[in-house]
């Protein structure tokens, strides 16, 4: 390469060496006389000091100007500690502009309002910030460490296609018409799910590959149609050889992005647990604020809104903080989004208590709350009635917005937990019948195979989810590997014998040919990068992101075709 | 994990231990009232010998048969040197059938003549044969060699988008009509070429990727509607940058997949001096047999059919060989296949000529034949006559069926090279007008720079191709960064400014804002993997293939949509 250094690298080692330096004018100014630029490149910013000023006419060098220089390094005057390269500069013998630039639309700069769109079409500039190449570079690296991590134990990358079949059950595919096969379409993946199967069948052993996905669900801030997935199964495992094997791979991450060690095995709650101390099937457990039932202390109560509650639940959450009125406010706005009308509270102050609940509050209730929340200095209890689901839900939206309002956590912790023992149906009101909370593939947890297609409430799955800092970055299952216990499922959830047949019969005939048990598991890496970065938006670890109308503003995609191209497939366009 | 061991790592330093196996049954049998097993995995075969006949009755198990089996490590009787495992053999304590198998359509086995639809029918069958697992684990492998390479070298791994947008000029787009933008339609990317740009304008400095490629061509056997490639692309490099890192990482992969040292710098030729000495721009120089021009030989020649050339070329080969009958049908057909009508041969059989050529042969004529083609014993010359391109190629086609008839090379050598200097356009008859040879984007060569738009036919681009064994394996060039450059380009190939502008214009208007000089290049992993695993089908290297019609037989992919979903998408199939 013609550069001899890149921009981040010379320091007094290099004193004296004639270098040869090539990168963006990130600024110039000037200086009794002298001029300097700030060079800057991927890897850092190296000063240069000319002294001659008929090298170049230097009024000519704008901002993101490319720029070649030839000179010495040389020791600085006034040397900057908070620069790798701050104890030099590059004294220029010769410059030459390898590109101009225009005035960019906005300036490269961390942490610039600018207008959210306009930063997309120019998404090559904003790409230049400092701070999106760190992420991008991370994610590069622990991209990197999840490849070492699997060849290291014997894993097989191997690359499932993107042209499959579209099947029912599960979110919406997208889909790509065939031309050589007209009317016919092929469906990208949602992931690799029975890919991976087939591979255990086939003998693979240990699968895993970095796979892109593709879900049509509708979007939201930060929902992409297209995402990442490490994607990995294993034959004869269970979920803990599965669970014991990602666990290693987090360690790993952890450690050699944030030099954070996670202390292994991770907690593993159940399902049950999770939903009755945090309301929530992911909790954020870098804060602790528990759920605690509450019936027991209301059952002879006076307080109206507490009688007569059948098999309603009164739970409840305990904030160490006076809560004032604008926050209780934020607080009933995050209920009522949970379907909760309204939010009950009590202040416990210096001994005093008030609120909404605090007028017909016996003195026994008063003991018990005291003893059940182990109250010890003030604060406010959150005390809510209703269906027990509904309650959880909305008191464990409460618990994650109470510990952002007093910033319950260390945002540089990193928390990880198991959650195991799920449902393996919900109800879905939409389609009035149980479908499968994973997917229909997902093999019943011992203690239910012998009545999970009877007591579908009931029946839990040998899956598990994996959650950080209150996320669900990924989660898994065993497999279903047993004809029967395949044939009760999916008639469990409803599919007729020819619906079966068509739509999974290639599928689950596979089985009949010699299967291991097997149990696997995927990542969502995008998600996992965002916890990683720090960022609160999933498009600063994506390099080029579509807008939450699934638009890219600066390709302009999607975009019309040209009527040739419709023929082709043999489509029009229906109104 | 419940297992101890796989089924291809005990050896005599395992003797006396206890170990629990699982796998396949590969075959069973009985000798001398004692009961064998071999037992199967990815990793190899066990031997199991089962004194004990009450354990199991043994004729339940069938070929296929998933077992686990607990026992110790003993020696064999008769050990098999050429299994790894073959001095040992597993005593069975305890034995368990963990799935059963149906007779499977096809023996799991090697070089099995077989419909090809029913292998891919059953995939996860096929995929059981020891040949294709070691390909799934060689490309595995490669992939790891690949990333280890990039990272090691500071590039970083950036994924680029699926969606994007469909562009005219290069081939056929799959699209992806949007649900949520009506009538408009991704396209999925054809190569990350755009977007790798704009990494490099982003400063991203050294990309890499192993990308998922689409290209809607027309279906050939081994073609598959997707592929992936190595892409990769780097700032302030020159094409002999990026050649010289093309060769460190093709050095790497096959002495670690073939121990193999390549001999770099890799041999370059400019693409004019490929197709004169070897008709075709993917020589294969695993053998010579060079082509000669014999114009000169000719030029007052007694031969009808090289009297009157006007402007035609006559070219020839020599085969050290007096090639018979059926072997100059089959290279006639050859020259037919390549559009000349008949192929002209010579003999030389002991110092006798003959053939169809022979009859006016002056013995001036044959002097410079035997000293152009260095004839020092029998051989047959193959001479052609036309035009040069037409003659060249085909004489190219038929060096390489000669160099198959007779064997001329080892089929285990790697032989690799550069082709350079490759012409900027071609031209197009069905469009009658030049287009870009490589894409619109490619730099001129420097000696081109001046005069490229008005000297199509001549103009050189900085575009590389790699060449392995006579199969393009990648290529890349010098990209455009100069805006007049890039505007010449776009008019040379015949494209208005309102259509640069419409499809093009999102894209060169980002190297409007300081774009530093680039180059790179993308290797077809897949075609790399046919060659190092020695196989003639794509199908060998890709886990779920799609037949030569495009479709999976597997999923009978392409299929089939719901109205419903054809109404979501707005979209109505059309006669």
């Known amino acids: ?51 001659d000023a008929n090298l170049l006419n230097l009024s000519l060098l704008k901002p993101e100007f490319v720029i070649e220089v030839s000179g010495e390094v040389i020791q600085r005057k006034n040397s900057n500690p908070e620069m790798f390269t701050g104890e030099i500069e590059v004294k220029v013998s010769k410059i030459e502009i390898i590109n101009s630039a225009e005035l960019t639309p906005f300036e490269i700069k961390d942490n610039l309002e600018s207008n959210e769109d306009t930063k997309m079409t120019f998404r090559y500039l904003d790409l230049r910030r400092e701070e999106l190449q760190k992420n991008f570079i991370l994610r590069s690296k ?140 992911k909790p954020d457990l870098r804060f602790d604020l528990q759920i605690h039932d509450c019936n027991n202390i209301f059952s002879k109560t006076e307080i109206n809104l507490f009688q007569n509650i059948n098999s309603d639940s009164v739970r409840g959450i305990k904030v160490d903080h006076l809560i004032g009125k604008k926050e209780m406010e934020y ?12 939010l009950p509270f009590l202040k416990f102050n210096n001994g005093e208590w008030s609120g909404s609940l605090a007028k017909n509050l016996s003195d026994n209730e008063k003991k018990n709350l005291i003893e059940i929340f182990k109250i010890k200095s003030d604060c406010t209890l959150l005390i809510a009635k209703g269906e027990y689901n509904l309650v959880s ?133 995008d998600r996992i990068l965002m916890i990683l970065a720090q960022t609160n938006s999933i498009r600063d670890v994506i390099a080029f992101p579509k807008n939450s109308n699934g638009i890219d503003p600066m390709t302009n995609a999607p975009d019309v075709v040209s009527p040739n191209q419709l023929d082709e497939l043999k489509l029009k366009l229906s109104k």
């Open 1 to 51: 390469m013609k550069r001899t250094h890149n921009c981040g690298e010379l320091t007094k080692k290099n004193l004296g060496q004639k270098v040869i330096l090539q990168g963006w004018v990130k600024k110039t100014r000037k200086l009794g006389g002298l001029n300097f630029i700030d060079l800057r490149d991927r890897y850092g910013v190296t000063q240069l000091i000319i002294e």
């Open 393 to 525: 839900q909305a008191l464990g939206a409460i618990r994650n917005h109470v510990a952002k309002i007093y910033e319950l956590f260390d945002k540089n912790e990193i928390n990880l937990l198991w959650v195991i023992d799920f449902p393996l149906f919900e109800f879905s009101e939409e389609e009035n019948r149980f479908v499968a909370a994973h997917h229909p593939f997902t093999q019943p947890k011992e203690e239910s195979i012998s009545d999970f297609d009877v007591n579908k409430k009931e029946a839990l799955a040998a899956a598990y989810d994996i959650v950080m800092n209150g996320f669900e970055i990924g989660g898994g299952s065993q497999r279903i590997t047993n004809e029967e216990i395949q044939k009760r499922m999916f008639k469990a959830v409803e599919m007729t014998p020819e619906s079966v047949e068509k739509n999974f019969g290639w599928f689950i005939n596979a089985y009949k040919f010699g299967a291991p048990y097997h149990s696997g598991c995927a990542l969502g890496i």
């Open 331 to 342: 607080l009933s706005e995050t209920a009522n989004q949970n379907k909760l009308p309204n």
């Open 142 to 281: 622990v991209n990197k460490i999840i490849r070492d991590y699997y060849c290291e134990n014997d894993f097989i990358e191997v690359e499932t296609p993107i042209f499959g079949k579209s099947t029912p059950e599960g979110a919406r595919d997208f889909l790509v018409p065939s031309r050589t096969n007209h009317h016919k379409f092929y469906a990208l993946p949602q992931s690799p799910q029975l890919y991976k199967q087939l591979l255990m069948i086939a003998g693979f052993d240990r699968y895993f590959q970095i796979a892109k996905c593709f879900r049509d669900e509708d979007l939201r801030i930060d929902r992409q149609p297209e995402f990442t997935q490490l994607d990995m199964e294993m034959s004869f495992a269970t979920p803990e050889d599965i669970q014991n094997n990602i666990e290693g791979l987090l360690t790993k991450i952890i450690w050699e992005t944030k030099k954070i060690k996670l202390k292994t095995p991770l907690p593993r709650i159940t399902y049950a647990e999770a939903i009755s101390k945090y309301g929530i099937d």
